[in-house]
């Protein structure tokens, strides 16, 4: 079955860590996404890549970085330079070529810092 | 500025009653509208979406959807309500104009569903 697999499905971490969460899809997406989520404030974007080896950044990209060194790979590091980590953290993917296209999400990786 | 917004952070509504979500947009030039639902600790589901067309979009689990361009709205509708809807719903647009960022998708808040028995 296509999808998305996100891990691990909960992550703790101390203060001071860097720390990596996975997101590998199946869907042979060329766009893929990855979003924080907080209570009440639905989701917002951190990063996103539109194909091999570029990236941009979303609306609240301080703190993280990424790399898209594969098409189905889409690594998240939350850095000690984050001032609030913890959240959950969704990662999606779409086909490119049309705006209208939907994302498909992950199941999501929960991390708290310690 | 290009926002969305989701009126009801919460909605409780008996089993069998009507379910409606509100979502409503600013922009001057129609977008691309989506509806999500999450279940705890899970991710995202799509439900349906607009993107030209019919302006009556009907989606999975009996859910259905009106683009109210005169309105800036996308509220979502169920005629009968199931235990099994509870869940947290998100509106979620593209907007079409502006030099927004490829793919991007604007949330609203979230309106979290609660059915009782």
């Known amino acids: 079955d296509g999808g998305i697999t996100q891990s691990p499905k909960y992550l703790f971490r101390k203060e001071g860590q860097n720390v990596t969460l996975s997101c590998e899809q199946n869907?042979?997406?060329?766009?893929m996404y990855w979003y924080r989520q907080d209570p009440g404030q639905g989701l917002r974007l951190i990063y996103y890549s539109q194909i091999v080896n570029d990236f941009q950044k979303g609306d609240i990209a301080e703190g993280y970085s990424v790399s898209r060194e594969k098409k189905e790979s889409f690594p998240l590091t939350v850095t000690s330079a984050q001032k609030n980590p913890t959240a959950f953290y969704l990662c999606a993917s779409s086909r490119a070529g049309g705006s209208y296209n939907e994302q498909f999400f992950g199941p999501g990786t929960r991390l708290t810092v310690l | 500025a290009q926002s969305v917004t989701q009126l009801g952070s919460h909605v409780s509504v008996s089993e069998g009653a009507l379910v409606l979500l509100r979502c409503n947009y600013s922009?001057?030039?129609?977008?691309?509208l989506f509806w999500y639902v999450q279940y705890p600790n899970q991710g995202l589901q799509l439900l349906l979406k607009y993107t030209t067309g019919a302006t009556l979009v009907k989606g999975i689990n009996g859910f259905e959807a009106e683009f109210k361009k005169s309105e800036t709205s996308f509220h979502l509708t169920k005629p009968s309500a199931h235990m099994s809807d509870a869940a947290e719903y998100f509106c979620?647009?593209?907007?079409?104009?502006?030099?927004?960022?490829?793919?991007?998708?604007?949330f609203g808040q979230g309106t979290i569903l609660t059915v009782h028995p």
């Open positions: 869907l042979n997406h060329d766009a």
């Open positions: 922009s001057s030039v129609p977008p691309y």
């Open positions: 979620a647009v593209r907007f079409t104009a502006g030099g927004t960022s490829y793919g991007k998708l604007t």
